[in-house]
C-alpha cells in the first residue's frame, strides 16, 4: 500500500471547505502541556480542530509503558468520531515544529487506512504564505460512521528484547546525536540508546525552514544511513520491512517514518515505548543487582 505522505499549503489551501476535508492542529509544546491550546485559540488554519498529543494521541503512562503510549484501540475510535472522520475524510495534520508532532498523528491514521497528509511547512508556512487563518472554532459534527482502530504499525518492548537473538529488525533512533550518545539526559532516568540502534536525528529530513528536504536528498541520506553498517538496500521491500523506528516516547520516530515513505521507502513499523520505556527497563535491571 502506498502511503500519503506531504501537503503544500498551496494543495491544502485550494481544499479548504470541501466536505470531506479534516484538519487536525497538532501543535503540541513538551515543557508546556497548555500552550498548543492558547497559541490554537490565538490563531489556526481556517476549519482546524485543535488536538491534543499529550491526552488525545496518546493513553496514560504508567510505570510499565513510556511517557506516549497509544491509546487504547476503543478510545481512539471515539475520538476519531469525535472530530468527524470517517473512512472517506481527507485528512490533513499540522504543527509548527516541522510535522515532529503531526507526524504522530499521521502514523496513527495512516495505519487505520485512513487518506491523510502532513502540512509541508506547517502553520509557520502557512503563515509565511499569507494563507488566511482565524480564531473561529469549528462545529464538528460527530461522525456515525466509526473507524474499527488497530495498530498493525506498533512494535512492543518484548519484541526489541527478542530481536537481540533473533536480529529480525533495524532499529533507527530520531533523537538528537548528543543524546543518542549519552551526552545529555534531561528526560529520561537513563542516558544512552537501545544497542545496535542507528541515530537518525528528524530534525535531518528538514531544512533551514522547517520544510522537508528534497527527495533526492533525503533518498541519499537514508541510502547511505542503510548502507554504512547494514547494507539495507532501500529499493528492496524485504530489505527495508525490518526497519523499526524509536525516539524518546514514539513520537519525533514517527517524523523519519514519514521521510522514509516520502522517498518511497516502505517503513512502518514504530517501538512506542522508544527510549522512555526501554530506560525504566534499565533501572529496573540495575536495582534488582
Not at 4 to 21: A, C, H, N, Y
Not at 87 to 101: E, H, K, L, T
Not at 198 to 219: A, H, T, Y
Amino acid at each position: 500500500m502506498t502511503i500519503k505522505t506531504l501537503i503544500s499549503v498551496d494543495e491544502l489551501s485550494s481544499l479548504l471547505g470541501g466536505r470531506d476535508l479534516v484538519v487536525l492542529d497538532c501543535r503540541f509544546y513538551l515543557t508546556d502541556l497548555e500552550k498548543g491550546a492558547r497559541v490554537y485559540q490565538e490563531s489556526h488554519i481556517p476549519g482546524a480542530i485543535f488536538v491534543d498529543l499529550h491526552t488525545q494521541l496518546a493513553g496514560t503512562e504508567t510505570e510499565f509503558t513510556g511517557r506516549h503510549p497509544l491509546p487504547l484501540e476503543v478510545e481512539f475510535s471515539e475520538q476519531l468520531a469525535s472530530w468527524g472522520i470517517d473512512p472517506n475524510s481527507q485528512i490533513v495534520v499540522y504543527d509548527d515544529m516541522g510535522g515532529a508532532f503531526a507526524a504522530r498523528a499521521w502514523w496513527m491514521l495512516a495505519q487505520q487506512g485512513l487518506s491523510v497528509r502532513v502540512l509541508d511547512g506547517g502553520f509557520p508556512e502557512w503563515r509565511r504564505s499569507e494563507k488566511q487563518v482565524t480564531v473561529d472554532v469549528p462545529d464538528v459534527a460527530l461522525s456515525k460512521d466509526k473507524i474499527e482502530v488497530s495498530y498493525p504499525w506498533l512494535i512492543q518492548e518484548d519484541q526489541i528484547v527478542s530481536n537481540f537473538e533473533s536480529n529480525q529488525y533495524i532499529l533507527i533512533d530520531a533523537r538528537m546525536q548528543d543524546r543518542f550518545n549519552g551526552e545529555n539526559e534531561n528526560m529520561d532516568p537513563v542516558a544512552g540508546h537501545i544497542p545496535g540502534a542507528l541515530n537518525r536525528p528528524f530534525f535531518d529530513n528538514l531544512n533551514e525552514q522547517q520544510v522537508f528536504k528534497s527527495e533526492e536528498q533525503l533518498k541519499g541520506e537514508f541510502e547511505v544511513l542503510l548502507n554504512a553498517e547494514h547494507n539495507v538496500d532501500i529499493e528492496d521491500s524485504s530489505s527495508v520491512s525490518s526497519l523499526v523506528h524509536y525516539c524518546g516516547s514514539g513520537v519525533t520516530a514517527c517524523h523519519n517514518v514519514l521521510a522514509m515513505n516520502q522517498v518511497g521507502i516502505e517503513a512502518k513499523y514504530v517501538y512506542v515505548g522508544s527510549w522512555s520505556q526501554w530506560a525504566k527497563r534499565m533501572v529496573k535491571m540495575m536495582e534488582s543487582h
